[in-house]
């Protein structure tokens, strides 16, 4: 949401609406939220109008997932999930299959996370956690406690490692010192 704002503040025409709650949200960005821009707007038209009109949208997988019904107003493209290697596949399977009339609400997914770093959060044990179903260990489903993002990346893994038509390994990042990144 922050690099939105950015964006916005250097290029005014450029729209997006926050997908939450005001009380889940930065004072700094409540000005962007659905709620608020929709009490600017006159009646349902202008709500429909507003989302209809925006192109871009933000919020948690938990936001979106509460506001199904902004998938049945609007068929968006493509969805970009940050951080799915800590999303679990019940918090994605609503926006994975949601339909808006007869065909899915979003187009293309683009999940980006790293595998390595923090997991998803999980309370059950082990035990609790084996799939021990075979048609779901047929699709790589095998312990709940990992995320979409794990249990695609274990499938397109090569003996070259990965295929390259669907992970794609970051080569630059600006967020820790070279060295350590090396």
């Given amino acids: 949401c922050s690099k939105l704002v950015e964006i916005k503040r250097s290029q005014p025409d450029f729209d997006f609406l926050r997908i939450g709650s005001d009380l889940s949200c930065s004072e700094e960005y409540r000005e962007f939220l659905l709620s ?6 006159a009646g349902g038209n202008g709500l429909n109008k507003l989302i209809k009109s925006t192109r871009v949208f933000c919020g948690t997988t938990s936001a979106v997932n509460a506001n199904m019904s902004l ?13 799915s290697s800590q ?14 009339k007869e065909k899915e609400a979003i187009d293309r997914f683009v999940l980006i996370g790293d595998h390595k770093q923090l997991p998803a959060v999980v ?10 179903e075979p048609e779901l260990n047929a699709i790589g489903l095998t312990d709940c406690r990992l995320s979409l993002f794990e249990r695609l990346l ?7 490692g990965y295929d390259g038509r669907f992970v794609y390994m970051l080569t630059k990042q600006g967020r820790m010192h070279r060295f350590i990144g090396e």
């Fill in 154 to 160: 274990s499938r397109f893994k090569t003996s070259d």
């Fill in 36 to 41: 608020s821009r929709s009490a600017k707007v």
């Fill in 123 to 132: 309370q059950q044990s082990v035990e609790e956690s084996v799939v021990n």
């Fill in 71 to 83: 998938l049945k107003l609007k068929h968006f493209t493509l969805a970009i999930v940050d951080e």
């Fill in 87 to 100: 999303i679990l596949e019940p918090h994605l399977i609503g926006l994975l299959t949601a339909h808006d």
